[in-house]
């Protein structure tokens, strides 16, 4: 592993390669307690970035850390400067990209706010179990760990802050919400049949370009079972008694996610499985199924900012 902590990749590092410096690994590796105990000895103290990583139990703080970057990387000279740093915070800041499958970025159509404005909120309420906002009289749910209002007269989504309702900009959430909103006729039964993406009617957009991307939880979370179920709980999930970690997470009241990790072996890889109840295909289409499921994957990736 010749990536540090600090995510310098040290294959590509010349230095390396000449035999003048090794790679510190990641953070908690075997190499990272060594390379620590090295940097003392010579130095009289460890990078504070790889002290923290290794103190800390974080392999790569890019990836790993809710706290990068911080005062041990602009504080210091290495491993980035400031352009690097700057853009690091302002895309962490933009949510999820807002793009399909294809990459191509996703339009909202003003007919689904158009559609969802004419509906009787109350009827929609009753249908997905959620609420109706008192001082508005928009409909608000609970959406992993934040609470979301629907506002029809401004056409946009508002998360609960301490002053009151903020605007926010999400296009998969906002995609989700209309089409699910705008559209549900009824109040679908549920816990039937657990189902994966190949056993939904629309299996199909479920392969290749529209496979759901259980790769980036893998590198994130396969070594990782505590990380795994402390994430899932920080986001309201529920503790299931399936594979090696599961929880069930409800990112509406009457649409779970189930994900379930099971750890490697010598003879199998770790795993990560995406469950639905039968009954989403009912409630949204393929492509905002994977809309969803990449909103809930980005967030569990996110950790506890």
């Known amino acids: 592993?010749?990536?540090?902590?600090?995510?310098?990749?040290?294959?590509?590092?010349?230095?390396?390669?000449?035999?003048?410096?090794?790679?510190?690994?990641?953070?908690?590796?075997?190499?990272?307690?060594?390379?620590?105990?090295?940097?003392?000895?010579?130095f009289g103290h460890?990078?504070?970035?790889?002290?923290?990583?290794?103190?800390?139990?974080?392999?790569?703080?890019?990836?790993?850390?809710?706290?990068?970057?911080?005062?041990?990387?602009?504080?210091?000279?290495?491993?980035?400067?400031?352009?690097f740093l700057e853009m690091q915070q302002r895309r962490r800041n933009q949510g999820p990209p807002a793009v399909d499958p294809s990459r191509r970025p996703i339009q909202i159509s003003a007919d689904l706010w158009e559609q969802l404005?004419?509906?009787?909120?109350?009827?929609?309420?009753?249908?997905?179990?959620?609420?109706?906002?008192?001082?508005?009289?928009?409909?608000?749910?609970?959406?992993?760990?934040?609470?979301i209002l629907v506002d029809t007269h401004k056409k946009c989504l508002r998360g609960k802050a301490?002053?009151?309702?903020?605007?926010?900009?999400?296009?998969?959430?906002e995609l989700t919400v209309l089409e699910y909103f705008a559209l549900v006729d009824r109040l679908f039964p549920m816990g039937r049949e657990m189902v994966g993406p190949d056993d939904l009617a629309g299996a199909h957009y479920f392969r290749e370009r529209g496979r759901l991307n259980t790769a980036a939880l893998l590198a994130?979370?396969?070594?990782?079972?505590?990380?795994?179920?402390?994430?899932?709980?920080?986001?309201?999930?529920?503790?299931?008694k399936m594979a090696d970690v599961a929880f069930q997470l409800t990112p509406f009241p009457r649409i779970p996610l189930y994900y379930l990790l099971w750890l490697?072996?010598?003879?199998?890889?770790?795993?990560?499985?995406?469950?639905?109840?039968?009954?989403?295909?009912?409630?949204?289409?393929?492509p905002a199924i994977w809309s969803l499921v990449t909103l809930c994957n980005y967030y569990l990736i996110k950790g506890f900012e």
């Open 220 to 240: 994130r979370y396969g070594d990782d079972p505590n990380g795994f179920a402390a994430v899932g709980r920080h986001l309201g999930g529920k503790p299931e």
């Open 162 to 173: 301490q002053q009151g309702w903020e605007k926010i900009s999400v296009v998969l959430l």
């Open 264 to 286: 490697g072996s010598r003879e199998f890889p770790p795993r990560i499985s995406i469950l639905f109840d039968r009954s989403i295909e009912r409630a949204l289409s393929s």
């Open 46 to 83: 460890p990078c504070a970035i790889l002290e923290c990583a290794r103190l800390n139990h974080i392999d790569y703080c890019p990836r790993d850390c809710p706290g990068f970057p911080c005062d041990n990387f602009t504080a210091s000279q290495y491993p980035y400067g400031k352009g």
């Open 1 to 42: 592993m010749a990536t540090g902590a600090c995510g310098i990749d040290c294959d590509v590092c010349q230095l390396n390669l000449l035999g003048h410096c090794s790679t510190c690994g990641p953070g908690r590796s075997d190499l990272a307690t060594e390379k620590s105990a090295a940097q003392t000895r010579r």
């Open 117 to 147: 404005r004419r509906r009787d909120m109350p009827t929609v309420a009753n249908f997905t179990l959620t609420d109706i906002d008192p001082a508005s009289g928009q409909i608000c749910f609970r959406f992993l760990n934040r609470d």
